[in-house]
T-cell receptor, first 115, second 112 residues
Framework: DSGVTQTPKHLITATGQRVTLRCSPR?????VYWYQQSLDQGLQFLIQ???????AKGNILERFSAQQFPDLHSELNLSSLELGDSALYFC??????????????FGEGSRLTVL | DQQVKQNSPSLSVQEGRISILNCDYT??????FLWYKKYPAEGPTFLIS?????DKNEDGRFTVFLNKSAKHLSLHIVPSQPGDSAVYFC???????????FGGGTRLMVKP
């Protein structure tokens, strides 16, 4: 158990819809990262928040947005969903503002299926 | 543009033998390299790392080798065990320390 909690574990929705994925980082971790893993693909970095502020941005679509709340949990909002958005979405956390040594603690992921 | 590549999607090895997983990168600004292991229905977990100032780092049965001139790193597992069967991701950290880039992963199967 990494200590990172993601909900929901599975989500099935239709094209055009909007969903919200939630992540609670490990106790004491200030940074939250979101990654997308499509079928047979590597982990694509989407966005990072540190103590409530956006810290780094990767290949995140404009239809996607995220935020980190004062209690440090984070939400990833995916809107106008397309079939290609079907993927496993991972949240990870770290203590500091940078991956620094690169050791991130990952949740179990939220599997999104868009029909 | 894939900056971190794992060209072998899968690898099968007999228990007790050596497993060698390879990773290539293109960005010379990467400063730190890591391997993560992922079991089904779980998130990736950190396995071992190496700084760009080193060429080898060892932790028990796991050794990571870095060849900076070739922009290549490899993970050696000796001896391989069935419990090592998982997907292994290579990852690279930029020198600003704020972006971790993952490869596509290699599925390792260790046969008893």
């Amino acid at each position: 158990d990494s200590g990172v909690t993601q909900t929901p574990k599975h989500l099935i929705t239709a094209t055009g819809q909007r969903v919200t994925l939630r992540c609670s980082p490990r106790s004491g971790d200030l940074s939250v990262y979101w990654y997308q893993q499509s079928l047979d693909q590597g982990l694509q970095f989407l966005i990072q928040y540190y103590n409530g502020e956006e810290r780094a941005k990767g290949n995140i679509l404009e239809r996607f947005s995220a935020q980190q709340f004062p209690d440090l949990h984070s939400e990833l909002n995916l809107s106008s969903l397309e079939l290609g958005d079907s993927a496993l979405y991972f949240c990870a956390s770290s203590v500091g503002g940078n991956p620094y040594t690169g050791e991130l603690f990952f949740g179990e992921g939220s599997r999104l299926t868009v029909l | 543009d894939q900056q971190v590549k794992q060209n072998s999607p899968s690898l099968s090895v007999q228990e007790g033998r050596i497993s060698i997983l390879n990773c290539d990168y293109t960005n010379s600004m990467f400063d730190y390299f890591l391997w993560y292991k992922k079991y089904p229905a779980e998130g990736p977990t950190f396995l071992i790392s190496i700084s760009s100032i080193k060429d080898k780092n060892e932790d028990g049965r796991f050794t990571v080798f870095l060849n900076k001139s070739a922009k290549h790193l490899s993970l050696h597992i000796v001896p391989s065990q069935p419990g090592d069967s998982a997907v292994y991701f290579c990852a690279a950290l930029n020198n600003a320390g704020n972006m971790l880039t993952f490869g596509g992963g290699t599925r390792l199967m260790v046969k008893p």
